[in-house]
């Protein structure tokens, strides 16, 4: 089993930037495929970036690409989402996850949770 800690979230203005944390204990988290995903209220999750278990298979959803950037470091157990040039529909909890896979975009494939932490882009 895998325990993931999220941190880093909180208010932000537009145009910020902001990088959030993923702490991993338990089983090997190098033997996992991380993602990030999130969710607003009244809305579904999405998926934001994934990163293979090496730190190749690297992904990222249209709305964030180019300003978000997705790593690891599994020496340290920690993943981190970087995420630049905020907008306010970034806004919304932000979850990590583990996964047997190593580069999929679907929440389904991911077996751990964080707890998610908070975003919120306002002025």
């Known amino acids: 089993q895998v325990q993931l800690v999220e941190t880093g979230g909180g208010l932000v203005q537009p145009g910020d930037s902001r990088r959030l944390s993923c702490a991993a204990s338990?089983?090997?988290?190098?033997?996992?495929?991380l993602g990030w995903f999130r969710q607003a209220p009244g809305k579904e999750r999405e998926f934001v970036a994934i990163?293979?278990?090496?730190?190749?298979?690297?992904f990222y959803s249209t709305s964030v690409a180019g300003r978000f950037t997705i790593s690891r470091d599994n020496a340290k157990n920690l993943g981190y989402l970087q995420m630049n040039s905020l907008k306010p529909e970034d806004t919304a909890v932000y979850f990590c996850?583990?996964?047997?896979?190593?580069?999929?975009?679907?929440?389904?494939?991911?077996?751990?949770w964080g707890q998610g932490t908070q975003v919120t882009v306002s002025s």
């Open positions: 996850a583990t996964s047997h896979y190593d580069g999929s975009s679907s929440a389904a494939d991911y077996t751990y």
């Open positions: 338990g089983r090997a988290f190098s033997s996992y495929g």
């Open positions: 990163i293979g278990r090496s730190g190749g298979h690297i």
